[in-house]
């Protein structure tokens, strides 16, 4: 049992034998052969029912996508069921029985992994879990994708050793590789990471405000954790409001009748 | 009964019913199949439409609340009845909506239970849920009124200002945190769009959507009942109108000019057109129709201005939730008619809900001395036992109303697809030696049709061409297999009959005896095997009317095949049953040795 | 001609029977309204329930009519042709296979030979009907235009189910008659609701709705007189 999960996909390795996919099929049970899902489909062949994908690029670059197990994951942080969870070890998993099939998981994720089984009557959200249940329980020692790889692509280990290895591979070859780890700072840094000898920017959504370093649960949460005082002084105000007005308009009638009154059935109008 | 009251409601019917029967087959078969809905566009036109910009249309209630009560608007009590059950109506409609829209209905009470505070849907889920309770709080003198309970509506006015100022605090919350919602998708939402005030500015323009609802739902209902308009209060929501508006197109513009997003505006794309039309619905032309106080005393001015607003500030929910992601998404979503009936459907229903308050509560009066008056006339008691019965006069409506409902109903159900949508792809057939298969989502399959027949020898013909047309020995795979996912069906009943001898030769094929139906009739094999069957490996026996889709049929008899060969040692060819030897771009690349032999696409790939 | 059939078996055949039973819910439901609306406003509330639904599981039954000296051949007849029109659709061994198929529910079937010799019988009891209504004056004189209509409506199906059961019997092309067995059924469905078919659902109603018109305070008429605007005239 290793302290942290990590991925390292090697774009130059990957000869797109769709192996990985098979196996994650296999390992989950999915439906291997799915009619197509949706009127519009994702254009990365990800699916409820397909976890990983090989996306092929121009001039036979293959390039894994799967879920990148954010360290600061925004689906975890919008879920308002908590059946999203990232685990101690990195993988983020979810639990479809919690699951209320909001979708709101699937709007915010930066990659667009999050899958929904449109098709059924009882649906969940679906996506990788890095294969979490099955490596704690030991009932195998690596995600399916990784094992099944017959080009070592895909390695796996702790995200520091991940990490280490990416840069000594792009230190030895300066040439070969885009000297930059996907997956390193993107969104706070993610636990499946990339090296590539492409630009790998289309993985995420293509929105002129490029992934920064910053984590996204941040942007909400600055907000949000001002509720309780939002809360309090909305009604501090609005309660000394009412209070000013009827003390002056109470005042103002006094003073015209000359009499002290009984203002209660005024208030009983309203 | 108004005339126009009669037709309006008609119409709310008919579409009221055609929502709920499609609002049933959604909860029977899933969103799949009534919605265009996608792994890239999952929220749509229900969020955006019914449940974000439903909210903003309820802001009216606690708005008003806040003017008549806290700021002691006396002129406005009546109207601030009428905006509660505006809000009433407009969240019950933004719940309900929910309840069919999440995956699971069954789960809504999901967040009572499992907290994550982190999530601003949580929160609104919260505040919704809280907040319906206020409402109810805040419209039970009006109910309670017209009863008997005494004690109870004594108590429900002492609750009234205190419930006005929780909701109030609510509203607050929910009504900026629905713009919380979005600061999360940075990647998602257009730069137009997206900025760190989105809170602030949901929350302002939701309180002019709430107050030009309040001056729209007055229009409307004192046009259908046929009653005066009441100009001067009318009046007076528009000047406050002005300012919250102002104060918006200030905030916007200078939220954008602080984030140097200004110039955005003048690109001149789709982007930019859609933000403009926005500002010039929502803030613009309001502003300028209402900001002279000769004007605003028009009704034709109270109209236009009021639902212009409204739909811009609609416009603003639904482009914030989805439309304004299309280019970030590269997302081609538009709302399925099943999708649009729903939307319609349910508010349509709200506002049946509306109208039926409004006519049997003195929802638009709001004074105490007057209802006490319309009590003492009993114009609002039920009949008591030993009152005469005076013929039900609302009869004939109430039928009508149900006939448009039913044959709504039964209009939806019937055009409904009952099975998730599913693209059909037609098969292109083999021309000259080669397939392209254009195929999801794995790539262009070239199949090399002449080194097939060069390393399998022609005895192998027959485990492709398994199947025959009669008095055909090479018909293309494409022939029955003739959609990419889809079963196929391939017997022609008529043809059957025409070819066997009319009637008399049904027992052909359907046993005497039994009832002729697809079930009892015998296998096609029964007479087919002879002529047209080859022997096959495969494919052994054909009993079905189906022949599956041609990317079934080709992974079954290709991954077989393949498996079986790349075992063979005269191939050497380990790798033959990977996805890659078929899938591919349209160069051959991959594997080494092909790279440099990279051909252009019409010609043969290479042998494997 | 597949075409067509595809299409009166496919959404023809889904549309019919949702009109059938989403009409019928709707005239359900609408009666026990007005019923209650009624009940509501009676002078008298004491209504006999027992005795109506006595009386509507007795209408049920044949004997208490039989027992009526008046037109009893008539009553009889109406008897057969009510056993038969609801016994053989529902009951036939290829309706219950389409069910079988469709829904995955089936029950008892009627053996094919006694199926035909109720359809025969259905179809002449109809015939008859009709002839007797034609035959005495007063039921002439009541008639509705779709009381002429109903029992012709109601015997199509039969015949041509009767041929498609049996295609050396019949004269006309096979799917034709299918054809046009397939869409006289569901017009007959498509209509149920919309004509004195409606008894279907309303026949239980009817009896409490009698006890109740019975409840109403003396003069009550007059009033519904004055609040139509009436006058003298008859309502």
């Not at chain 1, 050793?161 to 700072?185: D, F, N, T």
């Not at chain 2, 005393?297 to 639904?318: E, K």
């Amino acid at each position: 049992m290793r302290s942290s999960f990590a991925i390292l996909n090697d774009v130059t390795k990957c000869i797109g034998c769709e192996e990985c996919v098979a196996a994650c099929q296999k390992l989950h049970k999915l439906t291997p052969d799915v009619p197509p899902p949706r009127i519009e489909t994702a254009t990365d062949g990800l699916s409820s029912n397909r976890w990983t994908s090989i996306i092929r690029r121009p001039g036979g670059v293959f390039v894994k996508k799967q879920c990148r197990h954010c360290l600061e994951p925004a689906c975890v942080s919008v879920c308002p069921v908590g059946a999203l969870q990232k685990t101690p070890e990195g993988p983020v998993i979810w639990d479809g029985d919690r699951c209320i099939g909001c979708r709101y998981c699937m709007m915010t994720c930066p990659y667009g992994v999050v899958r929904f089984t449109w098709d059924l009557a009882i649906p969940s959200i679906r996506k990788c879990t890095l294969c979490y249940d099955k490596i704690r329980s030991g009932e195998i020692d690596k995600p399916a994708c990784v094992t099944a790889c017959p080009k070592e692509a895909t390695i796996f280990g702790t995200r520091e050793e991940m990490l280490a290895e990416a840069h000594r591979r792009l230190k030895a070859e300066p040439k070969k590789y885009i000297q930059h780890v996907w997956g390193e700072h993107e969104v706070g840094g993610t636990s499946v990471l990339y090296i590539s000898h492409v630009d790998l920017s289309f993985l995420g959504w293509t929105n002129p405000e490029k992934l920064s370093g910053v984590d996204l649960p941040t942007t909400t949460w600055d907000v949000l954790k001002m509720v309780p005082y939002e809360f309090l002084g909305m009604g501090a105000v609005m309660g000394s409001i009412w209070w000013v007005i009827e003390r002056r308009m109470r005042l103002q009638r006094e003073q015209s009748a000359g009499r002290l009154s009984n203002t209660d059935e005024g208030e009983d109008e309203s | 009964m108004t005339r126009r009251l009669g037709i309006f409601k008609g119409v709310l019917w008919f579409l009221f019913g055609m929502g709920a029967a499609l609002i049933g087959v959604r909860l029977l078969r899933g969103l799949g199949v009534v919605t265009a809905l996608s792994d890239v566009t999952p929220w749509g036109l229900w969020k955006g439409l019914n449940v974000f910009a439903g909210i903003a249309i309820g802001a009216g209630g606690f708005v008003l609340a806040a003017i008549a009560h806290v700021f002691h608007g006396e002129k406005y009590h009546p109207v601030a009845r009428c905006a509660v059950l505006i809000a009433l109506c407009a969240y019950s409609g933004a719940a309900i909506s929910l309840f069919y829209e999440i995956g699971m209905p069954w789960k809504i009470w999901g967040p009572i239970v499992f907290w994550n505070p982190h999530s601003p849907l949580f929160e609104v889920a919260w505040c919704v849920m809280l907040y319906l309770n206020v409402l109810l709080i805040e419209f039970a003198p009006t109910v309670l009124e017209l009863t008997h309970f005494h004690g109870l509506y004594r108590l429900a006015l002492k609750l009234q200002l205190p419930a006005v100022i929780l909701g109030i605090m609510i509203s607050t919350l929910h009504q900026s945190t629905l713009g919380t919602l979005f600061l999360i998708m940075p990647e998602r939402l257009n730069a137009l769009w997206y900025t760190p005030s989105l809170p602030e500015l949901f929350f302002v323009s939701a309180i002019a959507c709430g107050l030009a609802a309040v001056i729209f739902v007055t229009l409307l209902v004192d046009w259908l009942y046929l009653r005066p308009h009441r100009i001067e209060m009318l009046a007076g929501l528009a000047r406050y109108l002005v300012m919250v508006l102002s104060f918006y197109l200030i905030f916007r513009l200078g939220d954008m000019c602080r984030h140097g997003k200004l110039g955005l505006i003048g690109r001149g794309n789709l982007a930019s057109w859609m933000f403009f039309g926005e500002i010039l619905a929502s803030c613009l032309i309001p502003i300028l129709l209402f900001a002279a106080s000769r004007w605003r005393r028009q009704p034709w001015v109270l109209w236009i201005g009021s639902s212009l607003c409204i739909l811009g500030i609609v416009f603003n929910r639904l482009n914030a939730s989805g439309i304004a992601m299309i280019w970030a998404t590269d997302s081609h979503y538009f709302p399925a008619w099943t999708e649009f009936a729903v939307s319609f459907g349910l508010i349509s229903a709200m506002v049946l809900a509306f109208l039926w308050m409004h006519e049997h509560e003195p929802v638009r009066s709001g004074l105490f001395s007057e209802v006490q008056n319309l009590r003492r006339l009993q114009i609002f008691q039920l009949p008591r036992p030993g009152q005469p019965w005076a013929g039900d006069l609302t009869f004939g409506p109430r039928r009508t109303y149900s006939l448009l409902f039913v044959l709504a109903a039964i209009l939806g159900l019937a055009l409904t697809p009952w099975h998730p949508l599913v693209r059909s792809t037609s098969v292109q057939r083999a021309r000259g030696k080669n397939v392209l298969l254009l195929g999801y989502p794995t790539g262009t399959v070239h199949f090399p049709h002449a080194d097939h027949i060069k390393r399998l020898g022609q005895k192998a013909c027959a485990t492709c061409h398994h199947l025959h047309r009669p008095g055909d020995t090479g018909t293309p795979c494409s022939s029955c297999h003739r959609d990419m996912y889809l079963p196929t069906k391939i017997f022609h009943h008529s043809h059957h009959i025409k070819v066997l001898g009319g009637n008399s030769s049904c027992e052909q094929c359907h046993p005497a005896g039994l009832p002729a139906s697809a079930r009892s009739v015998r296998p096609c094999s029964f007479c087919h095997r002879t002529d047209m069957m080859t022997s096959n490996t495969v494919v052994t026996k054909f009993d079905s009317i189906d022949a599956p889709g041609y990317r079934k049929a080709a992974h079954t008899l290709c991954i077989a095949c393949h498996r079986k060969e790349a075992k063979n040692p005269k191939w050497k060819k380990p790798d033959l049953f990977r996805c890659a030897t078929c899938h591919r771009t349209p160069v051959p690349h991959g594997i080494e040795v092909l790279r440099s032999r990279a051909r252009p696409r019409t010609t043969p790939a290479p042998p494997m | 001609m597949d075409a067509w059939i595809a299409f009166a078996r496919g959404p023809l055949l889904k549309i019919a029977l949702l009109t059938m039973l989403l009409g019928l819910i709707r005239q359900g439901l609408l009666q026990v309204w007005e019923i209650s609306w009624a009940f509501h406003r009676a002078g008298d509330q004491v209504v006999p329930w027992k005795l109506a639904i006595r009386r509507n599981l007795e209408w049920l039954l044949p004997w208490r009519y039989l027992r009526r000296k008046e037109r009893i051949t008539y009553n009889f007849i109406s008897f057969l042709f009510h056993v038969g029109i609801i016994s053989v659709p529902v009951f036939l061994a290829g309706h219950v296979a389409i069910w079988r198929e469709s829904f995955g529910i089936g029950w008892w079937t009627l053996p094919p030979a006694l199926a035909d010799w109720l359809t025969v019988m259905t179809v002449s009891a109809a015939a008859a009907l009709l002839l007797m209504r034609l035959g005495h004056q007063a039921s002439r004189r009541l008639s509705q235009p779709q009381d002429w209509l109903l029992p012709i409506l109601c015997a199509f199906p039969c015949v041509t189910g009767f041929f498609v059961a049996h295609p050396f019997l019949n004269p006309i092309n096979a799917q034709v008659m299918y054809l046009f067995h397939l869409l006289s059924a569901e017009l007959l469905l498509m209509i149920v609701p919309f004509s004195k078919l409606v008894h279907i659902v309303l026949f239980w109603v009817s009896q409490p709705s009698t006890e109740l018109g019975w409840r109403f305070p003396p003069g009550s008429g007059e009033r519904v007189r004055a609040t139509l605007g009436k006058g003298e005239e008859g309502v």
